[in-house]
Protein backbone atom coordinates (compact mmCIF):
# COMPACT_ATOMS: atom_id res chain seq x y z
CA UNK A 1 0.00 0.00 0.00
CA UNK A 2 1.31 3.36 -1.30
CA UNK A 3 -0.05 5.77 1.75
CA UNK A 4 -0.81 9.29 0.54
CA UNK A 5 2.14 11.21 0.91
CA UNK A 6 0.31 14.60 2.51
CA UNK A 7 -1.80 12.66 4.99
CA UNK A 8 1.68 10.88 5.95
CA UNK A 9 3.93 13.86 6.13
CA UNK A 10 1.00 15.51 8.48
CA UNK A 11 1.58 13.27 11.32
CA UNK A 12 5.14 14.52 11.54
CA UNK A 13 4.29 18.39 11.86
CA UNK A 14 5.54 19.80 15.40
CA UNK A 15 2.12 20.04 16.81
CA UNK A 16 0.47 16.97 15.35
CA UNK A 17 3.13 15.26 17.45
CA UNK A 18 2.84 17.39 20.40
CA UNK A 19 -0.92 16.52 20.15
CA UNK A 20 -0.40 13.06 19.87
CA UNK A 21 2.46 12.69 22.69
CA UNK A 22 -0.17 13.94 24.62
CA UNK A 23 -3.13 12.39 23.72
CA UNK A 24 -1.24 9.07 24.37
CA UNK A 25 -0.27 10.24 28.16
CA UNK A 26 -3.46 11.14 28.64
CA UNK A 27 -4.96 8.11 27.26
CA UNK A 28 -2.75 6.10 29.56
CA UNK A 29 -3.28 7.90 32.34
CA UNK A 30 -6.94 7.04 32.07
CA UNK A 31 -6.52 3.13 31.18
CA UNK A 32 -4.91 3.13 34.77
CA UNK A 33 -7.88 4.27 36.58
CA UNK A 34 -10.19 1.64 36.88
CA UNK A 35 -13.65 2.77 35.89
CA UNK A 36 -12.30 5.21 32.77
CA UNK A 37 -12.17 3.02 29.73
CA UNK A 38 -11.13 3.77 26.01
CA UNK A 39 -14.62 4.33 25.04
CA UNK A 40 -15.34 7.05 27.72
CA UNK A 41 -11.65 8.45 26.72
CA UNK A 42 -12.51 8.80 23.27
CA UNK A 43 -16.38 10.06 23.45
CA UNK A 44 -14.81 13.02 26.04
CA UNK A 45 -12.83 13.89 23.36
CA UNK A 46 -14.44 13.51 19.89
CA UNK A 47 -16.64 17.08 20.28
CA UNK A 48 -13.04 18.43 21.00
CA UNK A 49 -11.84 17.31 17.81
CA UNK A 50 -15.29 19.71 16.17
CA UNK A 51 -12.45 22.79 16.40
CA UNK A 52 -9.82 20.53 15.19
CA UNK A 53 -8.78 20.08 11.53
CA UNK A 54 -9.69 16.79 11.00
CA UNK A 55 -6.75 14.75 10.38
CA UNK A 56 -5.19 16.58 13.73
CA UNK A 57 -8.65 15.23 15.48
CA UNK A 58 -8.56 11.88 14.09
CA UNK A 59 -4.61 11.79 14.93
CA UNK A 60 -5.51 12.43 18.64
CA UNK A 61 -8.22 10.11 19.07
CA UNK A 62 -5.58 7.71 17.31
CA UNK A 63 -3.43 8.64 20.07
CA UNK A 64 -5.88 8.17 23.12
CA UNK A 65 -6.94 5.11 21.62
CA UNK A 66 -4.19 3.20 22.17
CA UNK A 67 -2.88 5.01 25.22
CA UNK A 68 -5.86 3.94 27.44
CA UNK A 69 -5.74 0.15 25.85
CA UNK A 70 -2.34 -0.02 27.19
CA UNK A 71 -2.93 1.52 30.29
CA UNK A 72 -5.02 -0.73 31.49
CA UNK A 73 -2.42 -3.15 32.45
CA UNK A 74 -1.12 -1.14 35.51
CA UNK A 75 -4.42 -1.03 37.56
CA UNK A 76 -4.14 -5.28 36.34
CA UNK A 77 -0.75 -5.40 37.57
CA UNK A 78 -0.62 -3.47 40.57
CA UNK A 79 -4.88 -3.21 42.25
CA UNK A 80 -5.93 -6.69 40.91
CA UNK A 81 -8.37 -4.70 39.01
CA UNK A 82 -8.73 -4.44 35.33
CA UNK A 83 -8.33 -0.46 34.61
CA UNK A 84 -10.29 -1.65 31.20
CA UNK A 85 -12.35 -4.24 30.14
CA UNK A 86 -9.62 -5.21 28.01
CA UNK A 87 -7.11 -5.81 30.93
CA UNK A 88 -9.24 -8.55 32.58
CA UNK A 89 -6.88 -11.09 31.74
CA UNK A 90 -3.65 -9.53 32.67
CA UNK A 91 -4.96 -9.65 36.28
CA UNK A 92 -4.71 -13.54 36.51
CA UNK A 93 -0.88 -13.34 36.18
CA UNK A 94 0.47 -9.88 36.89
CA UNK A 95 -1.49 -9.68 40.48
CA UNK A 96 0.29 -12.73 41.69
CA UNK A 97 3.41 -11.96 40.40
CA UNK A 98 3.19 -8.37 42.48
CA UNK A 99 2.37 -10.33 45.35
CA UNK A 100 5.77 -12.21 45.43
CA UNK A 101 7.42 -9.23 45.06
CA UNK A 102 7.70 -9.12 40.73
CA UNK A 103 5.45 -6.10 40.03
CA UNK A 104 8.22 -3.99 37.82
CA UNK A 105 8.45 -7.35 36.12
CA UNK A 106 5.08 -7.76 35.63
CA UNK A 107 5.16 -4.40 33.98
CA UNK A 108 7.75 -4.61 32.08
CA UNK A 109 6.12 -8.04 30.39
CA UNK A 110 2.88 -5.80 30.16
CA UNK A 111 4.55 -2.66 28.56
CA UNK A 112 7.12 -4.99 26.07
CA UNK A 113 3.87 -7.60 25.14
CA UNK A 114 1.69 -4.18 24.62
CA UNK A 115 4.75 -2.59 22.35
CA UNK A 116 4.71 -5.79 20.20
CA UNK A 117 0.96 -6.70 19.50
CA UNK A 118 0.38 -2.79 18.32
CA UNK A 119 3.12 -3.40 16.10
CA UNK A 120 1.64 -6.63 14.28
CA UNK A 121 -1.63 -5.03 14.63
CA UNK A 122 -0.19 -2.15 12.33
CA UNK A 123 1.55 -3.99 9.80
CA UNK A 124 -2.09 -5.88 9.74
CA UNK A 125 -3.39 -2.42 9.46
CA UNK A 126 -1.42 -1.24 6.58
CA UNK A 127 -1.90 -4.77 4.69
CA UNK A 128 -5.16 -5.70 5.08
CA UNK A 129 -6.90 -2.28 5.03
CA UNK A 130 -6.59 -1.40 1.11
CA UNK A 131 -7.50 -4.54 0.01
CA UNK A 132 -10.53 -4.93 1.68
CA UNK A 133 -10.98 -1.60 0.48
CA UNK A 134 -10.93 -2.86 -3.15
CA UNK A 135 -13.00 -5.48 -2.50
CA UNK A 136 -15.52 -2.77 -0.76
CA UNK A 137 -15.57 -0.44 -3.64
CA UNK A 138 -17.84 -3.44 -5.35
CA UNK A 139 -20.28 -2.50 -2.41
CA UNK A 140 -24.13 -1.36 -3.99
CA UNK A 141 -27.23 -0.25 -1.88
CA UNK A 142 -27.97 -4.42 -1.43
CA UNK A 143 -24.61 -5.23 -0.29
CA UNK A 144 -24.53 -2.28 2.22
CA UNK A 145 -27.89 -3.59 3.75
CA UNK A 146 -26.68 -6.87 3.99
CA UNK A 147 -23.90 -5.76 5.42
CA UNK A 148 -25.26 -4.34 8.51
CA UNK A 149 -27.61 -7.17 9.15
CA UNK A 150 -24.47 -8.95 9.63
CA UNK A 151 -23.37 -6.47 11.75
CA UNK A 152 -26.15 -6.13 13.67
CA UNK A 153 -26.39 -10.31 14.11
CA UNK A 154 -22.81 -10.36 15.60
CA UNK A 155 -23.67 -7.88 18.22
CA UNK A 156 -26.53 -9.66 18.99
CA UNK A 157 -25.12 -12.50 18.44
CA UNK A 158 -22.27 -11.53 21.48
CA UNK A 159 -24.44 -10.23 23.64
CA UNK A 160 -23.02 -12.90 26.82
CA UNK A 161 -25.94 -12.26 28.46
CA UNK A 162 -29.10 -13.08 26.57
CA UNK A 163 -29.60 -13.44 22.83
CA UNK A 164 -32.82 -11.70 23.50
CA UNK A 165 -31.85 -8.28 25.21
CA UNK A 166 -29.11 -7.55 22.47
CA UNK A 167 -32.19 -8.03 19.64
CA UNK A 168 -34.28 -5.95 21.89
CA UNK A 169 -31.17 -3.62 22.75
CA UNK A 170 -30.67 -3.28 19.06
CA UNK A 171 -34.52 -2.78 17.76
CA UNK A 172 -34.23 0.27 20.24
CA UNK A 173 -31.74 1.54 18.99
CA UNK A 174 -33.26 1.04 15.30
CA UNK A 175 -36.41 2.68 16.37
CA UNK A 176 -34.39 5.89 17.83
CA UNK A 177 -32.77 6.19 14.55
CA UNK A 178 -36.64 6.23 12.65
CA UNK A 179 -37.12 9.47 15.48
CA UNK A 180 -37.38 12.45 12.61
CA UNK A 181 -37.90 13.62 9.39
CA UNK A 182 -37.34 10.84 6.95
CA UNK A 183 -33.60 11.28 4.92
CA UNK A 184 -36.04 9.87 1.65
CA UNK A 185 -38.95 12.19 1.57
CA UNK A 186 -38.98 14.52 4.76
CA UNK A 187 -42.27 12.95 6.54
CA UNK A 188 -41.95 13.09 10.21
CA UNK A 189 -42.20 9.61 12.15
CA UNK A 190 -42.35 9.21 16.12
CA UNK A 191 -41.96 13.18 16.49
CA UNK A 192 -45.27 12.86 19.06
CA UNK A 193 -46.66 16.64 17.99
CA UNK A 194 -43.06 18.37 19.42
CA UNK A 195 -40.72 20.63 17.12
CA UNK A 196 -37.40 19.43 18.70
CA UNK A 197 -37.71 15.51 17.86
CA UNK A 198 -37.66 16.78 14.30
CA UNK A 199 -34.44 16.38 13.68
CA UNK A 200 -34.01 13.02 15.16
CA UNK A 201 -30.89 12.44 17.90
CA UNK A 202 -27.93 13.81 17.34
CA UNK A 203 -25.28 10.61 17.67
CA UNK A 204 -22.67 12.17 19.57
CA UNK A 205 -24.70 13.33 23.35
CA UNK A 206 -26.46 9.38 22.54
CA UNK A 207 -23.38 8.51 22.52
CA UNK A 208 -21.57 10.20 25.38
CA UNK A 209 -24.46 9.42 27.28
CA UNK A 210 -24.92 6.14 27.10
CA UNK A 211 -21.15 4.88 27.25
CA UNK A 212 -19.80 8.24 29.96
CA UNK A 213 -22.40 8.25 32.33
CA UNK A 214 -24.21 4.97 32.63
CA UNK A 215 -20.35 4.03 33.27
CA UNK A 216 -19.94 7.02 36.13
CA UNK A 217 -23.05 5.74 37.69
CA UNK A 218 -21.95 2.30 38.01
CA UNK A 219 -19.18 3.55 39.70
CA UNK A 220 -20.44 5.05 41.81
CA UNK A 221 -21.00 2.31 44.65
CA UNK A 222 -16.99 2.19 44.62
CA UNK A 223 -16.73 5.93 45.53
CA UNK A 224 -14.98 6.64 48.98
CA UNK A 225 -14.08 3.28 49.21
CA UNK A 226 -9.93 2.78 50.14
CA UNK A 227 -7.74 1.65 47.14
CA UNK A 228 -4.62 -0.64 48.31
CA UNK A 229 -2.32 -0.29 45.49
CA UNK A 230 0.75 -2.66 45.57
CA UNK A 231 4.51 -1.26 45.53
CA UNK A 232 6.45 -1.88 42.62
CA UNK A 233 9.76 -1.04 41.40
CA UNK A 234 9.75 -0.20 37.64
CA UNK A 235 13.10 0.34 35.67
CA UNK A 236 14.54 0.57 32.20
CA UNK A 237 17.07 -2.53 33.42
CA UNK A 238 14.27 -4.60 34.55
CA UNK A 239 12.46 -3.77 31.25
CA UNK A 240 16.15 -4.61 28.93
CA UNK A 241 16.05 -7.93 31.06
CA UNK A 242 12.84 -8.92 30.02
CA UNK A 243 12.81 -7.91 26.33
CA UNK A 244 16.30 -9.75 26.14
CA UNK A 245 14.19 -13.12 27.37
CA UNK A 246 11.10 -12.15 25.02
CA UNK A 247 12.29 -14.73 22.63
CA UNK A 248 11.64 -17.36 24.76
CA UNK A 249 7.80 -16.73 24.16
CA UNK A 250 7.71 -15.55 20.36
CA UNK A 251 5.53 -18.01 19.84
CA UNK A 252 2.86 -17.27 22.18
CA UNK A 253 2.86 -13.45 21.30
CA UNK A 254 2.13 -14.35 17.56
CA UNK A 255 -0.52 -16.32 18.38
CA UNK A 256 -2.60 -14.05 20.54
CA UNK A 257 -1.73 -11.02 18.58
CA UNK A 258 -3.44 -12.75 15.58
CA UNK A 259 -6.45 -13.92 17.72
CA UNK A 260 -6.41 -10.14 19.09
CA UNK A 261 -6.59 -9.25 15.15
CA UNK A 262 -8.76 -11.62 13.92
CA UNK A 263 -11.37 -10.67 16.86
CA UNK A 264 -10.52 -6.98 16.37
CA UNK A 265 -12.21 -6.89 12.67
CA UNK A 266 -14.97 -8.41 13.76
CA UNK A 267 -17.88 -5.99 13.90
CA UNK A 268 -18.45 -4.83 17.98
CA UNK A 269 -15.92 -7.61 19.31
CA UNK A 270 -12.44 -5.85 19.72
CA UNK A 271 -10.05 -6.14 22.55
CA UNK A 272 -12.58 -6.35 25.47
CA UNK A 273 -12.75 -10.06 24.29
CA UNK A 274 -9.53 -11.00 22.71
CA UNK A 275 -7.39 -11.03 25.73
CA UNK A 276 -9.77 -13.71 27.28
CA UNK A 277 -9.82 -15.88 24.30
CA UNK A 278 -6.44 -15.44 23.65
CA UNK A 279 -5.28 -16.51 27.38
CA UNK A 280 -7.48 -19.42 27.08
CA UNK A 281 -5.17 -20.43 24.10
CA UNK A 282 -1.92 -19.71 26.27
CA UNK A 283 -3.05 -22.18 29.02
CA UNK A 284 -4.59 -24.68 26.89
CA UNK A 285 -0.92 -24.55 24.94
CA UNK A 286 1.20 -24.66 27.68
CA UNK A 287 3.38 -27.34 29.01
CA UNK A 288 2.69 -26.48 32.59
CA UNK A 289 -1.31 -25.29 32.01
CA UNK A 290 -1.24 -25.42 36.25
CA UNK A 291 1.41 -22.51 36.62
CA UNK A 292 -1.40 -20.00 34.96
CA UNK A 293 -2.87 -18.02 37.80
CA UNK A 294 0.05 -17.96 39.60
CA UNK A 295 1.93 -15.51 38.14
CA UNK A 296 2.98 -17.24 35.01
CA UNK A 297 4.74 -14.22 32.62
CA UNK A 298 2.51 -15.90 28.77
CA UNK A 299 -0.30 -15.22 30.67
CA UNK A 300 0.17 -11.35 30.81
CA UNK A 301 1.83 -11.90 27.21
CA UNK A 302 -0.96 -13.29 26.26
CA UNK A 303 -3.58 -10.84 27.42
CA UNK A 304 -1.39 -7.82 26.71
CA UNK A 305 -0.53 -8.30 22.77
CA UNK A 306 -3.76 -9.66 22.13
CA UNK A 307 -5.20 -6.43 23.49
CA UNK A 308 -3.23 -3.91 21.78
CA UNK A 309 -2.90 -6.01 18.44
CA UNK A 310 -6.92 -5.96 18.44
CA UNK A 311 -6.89 -2.14 18.12
CA UNK A 312 -5.55 -2.83 14.74
CA UNK A 313 -7.89 -5.17 13.79
CA UNK A 314 -10.56 -2.86 15.01
CA UNK A 315 -9.54 0.05 12.84
CA UNK A 316 -9.83 -1.85 9.84
CA UNK A 317 -13.64 -2.75 9.20
CA UNK A 318 -13.95 1.34 10.79
CA UNK A 319 -11.89 2.35 7.58
CA UNK A 320 -13.34 0.22 4.82
CA UNK A 321 -16.57 -0.56 5.59
CA UNK A 322 -17.56 2.28 8.08
CA UNK A 323 -18.23 -0.42 10.36
CA UNK A 324 -16.73 -0.21 13.38
CA UNK A 325 -14.52 -2.92 15.47
CA UNK A 326 -15.49 -2.18 18.86
CA UNK A 327 -17.23 0.22 21.10
CA UNK A 328 -14.25 2.42 20.94
CA UNK A 329 -14.10 3.31 16.91
CA UNK A 330 -17.60 3.24 16.85
CA UNK A 331 -17.06 6.54 19.09
CA UNK A 332 -14.66 7.41 16.17
CA UNK A 333 -17.29 7.40 13.67
CA UNK A 334 -18.68 10.34 15.30
CA UNK A 335 -15.80 12.45 14.93
CA UNK A 336 -15.56 11.36 10.87
CA UNK A 337 -19.15 12.63 11.18
CA UNK A 338 -18.81 15.85 12.55
CA UNK A 339 -16.38 17.01 9.86
CA UNK A 340 -18.60 15.69 7.54
CA UNK A 341 -16.55 12.65 6.42
CA UNK A 342 -18.40 8.98 5.71
CA UNK A 343 -16.15 5.93 6.68
CA UNK A 344 -16.55 2.81 4.60
CA UNK A 345 -15.47 2.11 1.19
CA UNK A 346 -15.19 5.62 -0.79
CA UNK A 347 -13.11 6.69 2.07
CA UNK A 348 -9.76 5.40 0.93
CA UNK A 349 -10.74 6.81 -2.32
CA UNK A 350 -11.95 10.31 -1.40
CA UNK A 351 -9.93 10.94 1.62
CA UNK A 352 -6.66 8.98 1.45
CA UNK A 353 -5.04 11.51 3.24
CA UNK A 354 -6.99 10.38 6.15
CA UNK A 355 -6.63 6.78 6.02
CA UNK A 356 -2.89 7.34 5.59
CA UNK A 357 -2.96 9.77 9.14
CA UNK A 358 -4.78 7.37 11.07
CA UNK A 359 -2.58 4.13 9.91
CA UNK A 360 0.73 6.20 10.74
CA UNK A 361 -0.74 7.99 13.57
CA UNK A 362 -1.04 4.67 14.65
CA UNK A 363 2.64 3.90 14.53
CA UNK A 364 4.31 6.86 16.05
CA UNK A 365 1.79 6.25 18.82
CA UNK A 366 3.18 3.48 19.59
CA UNK A 367 6.71 4.54 19.93
CA UNK A 368 5.01 7.13 21.69
CA UNK A 369 3.44 4.65 24.69
CA UNK A 370 6.93 2.77 24.59
CA UNK A 371 8.59 5.49 25.59
CA UNK A 372 6.07 6.70 27.95
CA UNK A 373 5.40 3.45 29.68
CA UNK A 374 9.46 2.90 30.13
CA UNK A 375 10.04 6.53 31.55
CA UNK A 376 6.79 7.61 33.55
CA UNK A 377 4.69 4.51 34.51
CA UNK A 378 5.43 5.70 38.26
CA UNK A 379 3.16 8.81 37.77
CA UNK A 380 0.65 6.41 36.13
CA UNK A 381 1.05 4.61 39.51
CA UNK A 382 0.70 7.65 41.12
CA UNK A 383 -2.53 8.16 39.37
CA UNK A 384 -4.33 5.24 40.67
CA UNK A 385 -4.59 7.16 43.86
CA UNK A 386 -6.90 9.98 42.08
CA UNK A 387 -10.33 10.55 44.56
CA UNK A 388 -12.82 9.55 41.54
CA UNK A 389 -15.00 12.42 44.05
CA UNK A 390 -13.09 14.89 42.10
CA UNK A 391 -12.66 12.92 38.95
CA UNK A 392 -16.55 12.23 38.43
CA UNK A 393 -17.89 15.97 38.56
CA UNK A 394 -14.87 17.03 35.82
CA UNK A 395 -16.00 14.22 33.54
CA UNK A 396 -19.49 15.25 33.85
CA UNK A 397 -18.66 18.67 32.92
CA UNK A 398 -16.87 17.80 30.11
CA UNK A 399 -19.60 15.71 28.99
CA UNK A 400 -22.03 18.66 28.91
CA UNK A 401 -19.58 21.00 27.29
CA UNK A 402 -19.22 18.32 24.65
CA UNK A 403 -23.24 17.59 23.85
CA UNK A 404 -23.85 21.37 23.99
CA UNK A 405 -20.49 22.70 21.86
CA UNK A 406 -21.75 20.55 19.03
CA UNK A 407 -24.81 21.54 17.87
CA UNK A 408 -24.95 24.87 20.76
CA UNK A 409 -28.36 23.27 21.64
CA UNK A 410 -29.52 22.71 25.39
CA UNK A 411 -31.77 19.80 23.71
CA UNK A 412 -28.57 17.79 22.99
CA UNK A 413 -27.67 18.16 26.87
CA UNK A 414 -31.21 16.64 27.90
CA UNK A 415 -30.38 14.16 25.68
CA UNK A 416 -27.04 13.43 26.87
CA UNK A 417 -28.48 13.15 30.46
CA UNK A 418 -31.62 10.92 29.35
CA UNK A 419 -29.31 8.33 27.41
CA UNK A 420 -27.24 8.64 30.29
CA UNK A 421 -29.81 7.43 32.83
CA UNK A 422 -31.65 5.44 30.62
CA UNK A 423 -28.27 3.58 29.88
CA UNK A 424 -27.89 2.98 33.51
CA UNK A 425 -31.44 1.45 33.55
CA UNK A 426 -30.79 -0.79 30.59
CA UNK A 427 -26.99 -2.14 31.78
CA UNK A 428 -28.53 -2.81 35.36
CA UNK A 429 -31.77 -4.75 33.44
CA UNK A 430 -29.08 -6.94 31.52
CA UNK A 431 -29.57 -4.95 28.31
CA UNK A 432 -26.53 -4.39 26.62
CA UNK A 433 -25.33 -1.27 25.22
CA UNK A 434 -23.60 -1.75 22.01
CA UNK A 435 -26.21 -2.71 19.79
CA UNK A 436 -28.81 0.07 21.08
CA UNK A 437 -25.64 2.32 19.90
CA UNK A 438 -24.78 0.74 16.83
CA UNK A 439 -28.16 0.37 15.63
CA UNK A 440 -29.20 4.11 16.36
CA UNK A 441 -25.81 4.74 13.76
CA UNK A 442 -26.28 2.14 11.63
CA UNK A 443 -30.31 2.19 11.41
CA UNK A 444 -30.00 5.69 9.11
CA UNK A 445 -27.66 4.04 6.65
CA UNK A 446 -29.68 0.78 6.71
CA UNK A 447 -33.13 2.60 6.17
CA UNK A 448 -31.81 4.55 2.95
CA UNK A 449 -29.62 1.57 1.81
CA UNK A 450 -32.75 -0.64 1.89
CA UNK A 451 -35.17 1.73 -0.11
CA UNK A 452 -32.48 2.40 -2.65
CA UNK A 453 -32.35 -1.21 -3.70
CA UNK A 454 -35.68 -1.58 -3.47
CA UNK A 455 -36.27 0.80 -5.98
CA UNK A 456 -33.62 -0.13 -8.27
CA UNK A 457 -35.47 -3.72 -7.74
CA UNK A 458 -38.33 -2.08 -9.27
CA UNK A 459 -39.83 -2.14 -6.01
CA UNK A 460 -39.45 -5.53 -5.66
CA UNK A 461 -36.74 -7.55 -3.04
CA UNK A 462 -35.73 -10.02 -5.85
CA UNK A 463 -32.64 -8.19 -6.79
CA UNK A 464 -30.83 -9.45 -3.01
CA UNK A 465 -31.14 -12.96 -4.68
CA UNK A 466 -29.26 -11.71 -7.63
CA UNK A 467 -26.10 -10.19 -5.39
CA UNK A 468 -23.21 -12.80 -4.51
CA UNK A 469 -21.87 -10.84 -1.81
CA UNK A 470 -25.44 -9.64 -0.04
CA UNK A 471 -26.39 -13.79 0.02
CA UNK A 472 -22.66 -14.27 1.61
CA UNK A 473 -23.27 -11.72 4.36
CA UNK A 474 -27.20 -12.52 4.92
CA UNK A 475 -25.91 -16.32 5.13
CA UNK A 476 -23.28 -15.90 7.61
CA UNK A 477 -25.78 -13.33 9.61
CA UNK A 478 -27.76 -16.63 9.44
CA UNK A 479 -25.14 -18.17 10.62
CA UNK A 480 -23.62 -16.41 13.42
CA UNK A 481 -27.34 -16.65 14.89
CA UNK A 482 -28.15 -20.29 14.60
CA UNK A 483 -25.04 -20.87 16.16
CA UNK A 484 -25.55 -18.57 19.21
CA UNK A 485 -29.13 -20.18 19.94
CA UNK A 486 -27.59 -23.36 19.62
CA UNK A 487 -24.94 -22.73 22.10
CA UNK A 488 -27.58 -20.79 24.29
CA UNK A 489 -29.56 -24.24 24.00
CA UNK A 490 -26.58 -25.95 25.21
CA UNK A 491 -25.60 -24.02 28.12
CA UNK A 492 -29.18 -24.07 29.41
CA UNK A 493 -29.41 -27.44 29.01
CA UNK A 494 -26.21 -27.68 31.28
CA UNK A 495 -27.31 -26.15 33.50
CA UNK A 496 -30.66 -27.65 34.26
CA UNK A 497 -28.90 -31.25 33.97
CA UNK A 498 -26.46 -29.66 36.87
Given at each position: MFLDLTGTSFVFEPLTLVVMLAGVFGGLIIGAIPGLTSTMAVALLVPVTYGMEAHLGLALLVAVYMGSISGGLVAATLLNIPGTPSSVATTFDAYPMTKRGEGGKALAYGVFASFLGSMLGFVALLLLAPVLGKFALRFGPYEYFALVVFTLTCIVSISRKSLLKGAVSALLGLFLAMVGLSEIDGIPRFVFGTDWLQSGFSVMPVLIGMFAVSQLLEDLAGLGKPVAVMKADFSFREFRQVALSFRHSVWNLIRSSLIGIGIGILPGTGSGLSNIVAYAQAKNSSREPDSFGTGNPDGIIASESSNNAATGGALIPLLTLGIPGDATTLM?????????????????????????????????SNFFMLFLQINFIKLMIKALKLPQAILFPVIIMLCVVGSYALNSSMTDVWV??????????????????????????LGRMAESQFRAAYSLGGDSLAGFLERPIALFFFAVAALSLGMSLYSAHKRRAKEQAA
Open positions: MIGAFMIHGVQPGPLLMRDHADLVAVIIIAYLVFFGMGIAGYGLVKAGYPLLPLVLGLI
